[in-house]
Protein backbone atom coordinates (compact mmCIF):
# COMPACT_ATOMS: atom_id res chain seq x y z
CA UNK A 1 0.00 0.00 0.00
CA UNK A 2 1.30 3.45 -0.83
CA UNK A 3 -0.03 6.49 0.78
CA UNK A 4 0.39 9.99 -0.35
CA UNK A 5 -0.90 12.69 1.77
CA UNK A 6 -1.17 16.39 -0.19
CA UNK A 7 -1.19 19.56 1.60
CA UNK A 8 -3.96 22.33 1.30
CA UNK A 9 -4.40 24.69 -1.76
CA UNK A 10 -6.46 27.52 -2.30
CA UNK A 11 -9.14 25.44 -4.23
CA UNK A 12 -9.10 23.21 -1.21
CA UNK A 13 -9.98 23.32 2.38
CA UNK A 14 -9.07 19.63 3.31
CA UNK A 15 -6.27 17.85 2.61
CA UNK A 16 -6.49 14.75 0.28
CA UNK A 17 -4.74 11.27 0.58
CA UNK A 18 -4.10 9.35 -1.94
CA UNK A 19 -3.91 5.41 -1.84
CA UNK A 20 -2.67 3.03 -4.09
CA UNK A 21 -3.24 -0.56 -4.10
CA UNK A 22 -1.52 -1.97 -7.52
CA UNK A 23 -2.99 -5.09 -7.90
CA UNK A 24 -6.49 -3.62 -6.82
CA UNK A 25 -6.77 -0.72 -8.99
CA UNK A 26 -4.93 1.11 -11.91
CA UNK A 27 -6.83 4.52 -10.26
CA UNK A 28 -6.00 5.21 -6.96
CA UNK A 29 -7.98 6.00 -4.04
CA UNK A 30 -9.03 9.42 -2.87
CA UNK A 31 -10.73 10.40 0.50
CA UNK A 32 -11.04 13.90 2.33
CA UNK A 33 -9.35 13.74 5.80
CA UNK A 34 -12.02 15.79 7.97
CA UNK A 35 -11.38 14.03 11.39
CA UNK A 36 -8.41 14.17 13.66
CA UNK A 37 -7.71 10.17 13.22
CA UNK A 38 -8.20 8.36 10.43
CA UNK A 39 -8.14 4.83 10.25
CA UNK A 40 -6.82 2.38 7.46
CA UNK A 41 -7.37 -1.08 6.82
CA UNK A 42 -9.09 -4.18 5.30
CA UNK A 43 -11.83 -4.31 8.12
CA UNK A 44 -15.13 -2.56 7.90
CA UNK A 45 -14.82 -0.95 11.32
CA UNK A 46 -11.92 1.54 9.04
CA UNK A 47 -12.73 4.76 8.17
CA UNK A 48 -11.23 3.70 4.65
CA UNK A 49 -11.87 0.41 4.34
CA UNK A 50 -9.21 -1.03 1.19
CA UNK A 51 -10.44 -4.41 0.12
CA UNK A 52 -6.75 -6.06 -0.97
CA UNK A 53 -5.14 -9.09 0.78
CA UNK A 54 -1.69 -6.92 0.83
CA UNK A 55 -3.49 -4.66 3.47
CA UNK A 56 -4.27 -5.99 7.09
CA UNK A 57 -7.56 -5.61 8.72
CA UNK A 58 -6.31 -2.68 10.56
CA UNK A 59 -2.95 -0.99 8.49
CA UNK A 60 -2.33 2.10 9.62
CA UNK A 61 -3.80 5.56 11.09
CA UNK A 62 -3.58 9.17 9.94
CA UNK A 63 -3.17 11.71 12.78
CA UNK A 64 -3.78 14.92 12.51
CA UNK A 65 -0.89 17.27 13.84
CA UNK A 66 0.23 20.58 13.93
CA UNK A 67 1.05 21.12 9.93
CA UNK A 68 -0.05 18.27 8.45
CA UNK A 69 -0.41 14.42 9.65
CA UNK A 70 1.64 11.92 10.48
CA UNK A 71 1.26 8.22 9.03
CA UNK A 72 1.53 5.59 12.04
CA UNK A 73 1.75 1.63 11.09
CA UNK A 74 -0.24 -0.50 13.17
CA UNK A 75 0.96 -3.91 13.29
CA UNK A 76 0.67 -4.12 9.66
CA UNK A 77 1.93 -7.69 8.02
CA UNK A 78 3.07 -5.62 4.68
CA UNK A 79 4.03 -2.06 6.05
CA UNK A 80 3.45 1.03 4.59
CA UNK A 81 5.24 3.34 1.62
CA UNK A 82 4.90 7.23 1.66
Known sequence: MTV?????NPLRTLPRVT?????????????QLDSGT???GRGSDNDI??????????HAEMQRI???YQL????STNGIKL
Do not use: M, W
Request: proline share 8%.
Open 38 to 40: VTV
Open 49 to 58: VIESGSVSVH
Open 4 to 8: EILRN
Open 66 to 68: PGG
Open 72 to 75: CDIG
Open 19 to 31: ITVPEKNAQPYRF
